[in-house]
């Protein structure tokens, strides 16, 4: 699907001439990353808890990119008029494989919750994690925060952050955008993890 979405990419420059929407092919790399950490995660047992630990925060802190490209079909409509059907499907195809990035990888983390720190409900913390996720896709989309600022911005984030948690009532709309988004996140991943049950009681 990765391929695919490049091929768009790719047929769309060629025929349209500029470079809209080209910003999707680097928010597919970001999407690739907390996959690639998780990947390794499973593959590889840490002999040192505290690698494990530090790769796994390093998953939680790029894993908003990969849904986060849902967000970039705000930009439909902007490109060349003739081509908005096309730009649809870029968009869409992108999206899909983001948010399939995402909930691989988050399984990924489960079975390492539930193997090498015996949780046994690792769904649970899954739904903590994507809304958490969705407050980081805020704070990317809205705030235009990226997951490296931590360490170049990392007080001004926090700022960002704290006041909307000290004084909610004054940022509804963080709330709602955290709230109806993670919502999306956690019943789409639930049909997901669905899916693979059903799946694999079928064999």
Not at 26 to 32: E, I
Not at 91 to 117: K, M, N, P, Q
Request: aromatic share 20%.
């Amino acid at each position: 699907m990765s391929v695919f979405c490049l091929l768009l990419s790719f047929g769309r420059r060629c025929v349209a001439a500029d470079n809209f929407l080209s910003f999707l092919v680097w928010n597919l790399v970001l999407a690739f990353i907390p996959w690639l950490i998780s990947a390794i995660l499973h593959v590889r047992r840490f002999a040192v808890r505290s690698v494990q630990l530090f790769l796994m925060l390093l998953w939680l802190l790029f894993f908003p990119n990969a849904p986060y490209i849902l967000t970039d079909i705000i930009h439909l409509g902007k490109g060349k008029s003739f081509l908005l059907y096309y730009d649809l499907i870029i968009l869409l195809a992108y999206s899909f494989t983001g948010l399939f990035y995402a909930f691989v990888s988050l399984h990924l983390i489960e079975s390492i919750l539930a193997r090498d720190f015996h949780i046994k409900r690792p769904f649970i913390i899954s739904v903590f994690e994507l809304y958490l996720c969705a407050f980081g896709i805020y704070l990317g989309r809205f705030l235009r925060w990226n997951s490296w600022d931590i360490v170049l911005h990392g007080r001004t984030i926090l700022s960002d952050i704290g006041i909307r948690v000290i004084r909610p009532v004054f940022y509804v709309d963080t709330w709602m955008f955290v709230f109806f988004f993670g919502t999306m996140l956690v019943l789409c991943y639930q049909s997901y993890r669905s899916f693979l049950t059903h799946t694999r009681n079928d064999k």
